[in-house]
């Protein structure tokens, strides 16, 4: 699987914007790019992919740079709850068995009050 | 009951003993996982199971033996564990093993003393 780097910890402050960066300067063009947070305690949880264009749902934005090289996770108004690791993940959408997501070490954020 | 349940979520055993972790997805899906996370270690997949047929084990050692008896139900089983395989392990739903979006539960957090 090819690789990812994130940085180990991010701050923010509640009801502010985060963008949460993600390197992958190997990345393939069959590899989706996927992100999970991981709530202290809790299993990790989806929060979105993508494979070239740029993403929104209900939770977050997923903004993928043109050469796909890099990856930034926007959450546009933080809560304490957003306080968690965030994982991002490539998935190689070719394998015919498994559904293999190697997770990384990912970022810590921290959401201050 | 909805989404992913693990049963125990804590569990203390010794060397010798055998016991089961159970997993239960209520989400109709038809892929599940097992992971282990240990302490300052990332996530590390353990084995697949695609519509009840195992289609992937990282290398997990025997110890550790999986069953799938349905699509819905998921077990680890365990015996002559080692202190070193105390970790949170982690159960996992998708639509099939081919698609992007994974469910987990809460874990379970076993000791091997």
């Known amino acids: 699987d090819a690789k990812t780097t994130q940085p180990n910890s991010m701050e923010s402050n509640e009801e502010e914007p985060v963008h949460l960066p993600c390197n992958h300067s190997t990345i393939s063009g069959t590899d989706y790019i996927h992100w999970y947070r991981q709530l202290p305690s809790q299993g990790p949880e989806y929060v979105i992919h993508?494979?070239?264009s740029n993403v929104n749902n209900r939770m977050a934005s997923l903004a993928i740079a043109e050469d796909r090289k890099s990856s930034t996770l926007i959450l546009h108004r933080a809560t304490l709850r957003d306080a968690a690791v965030y994982y991002c993940?490539?998935?190689?959408?070719?394998?015919?068995?498994?559904?293999?997501?190697?997770f990384g070490e990912g970022t810590q954020l921290t959401v201050n009050p | 009951e909805t989404g992913v349940t693990q049963t125990p979520r804590h569990l203390v055993m010794g060397m010798t003993n055998k016991k089961s972790l159970k997993c239960e997805q209520h989400?109709?899906?038809?892929?599940m996982y097992w992971y282990k996370q240990s302490a300052k270690k990332p996530l590390e997949l353990m084995f697949v199971y695609n519509f009840k047929e195992q289609t992937e084990n990282n290398s997990v050692p025997s110890r550790f033996s999986p069953e799938c008896p349905n699509s819905s139900h998921l077990f680890l089983h365990l015996h002559t564990l080692q202190p070193e395989d105390s970790a949170l392990y982690l159960c996992?739903?998708?639509?099939?093993?081919?698609?992007?979006?994974?469910?987990f539960g809460p874990g379970t957090r076993l000791t091997v003393l």
């Open positions: 996992a739903s998708s639509q099939d093993s081919s698609y992007n979006e994974q469910f």
């Open positions: 993508g494979l070239t």
């Open positions: 993940i490539l998935r190689d959408v070719s394998e015919t068995s498994g559904s293999r997501l190697t």
């Open positions: 989400l109709g899906h038809n892929a």
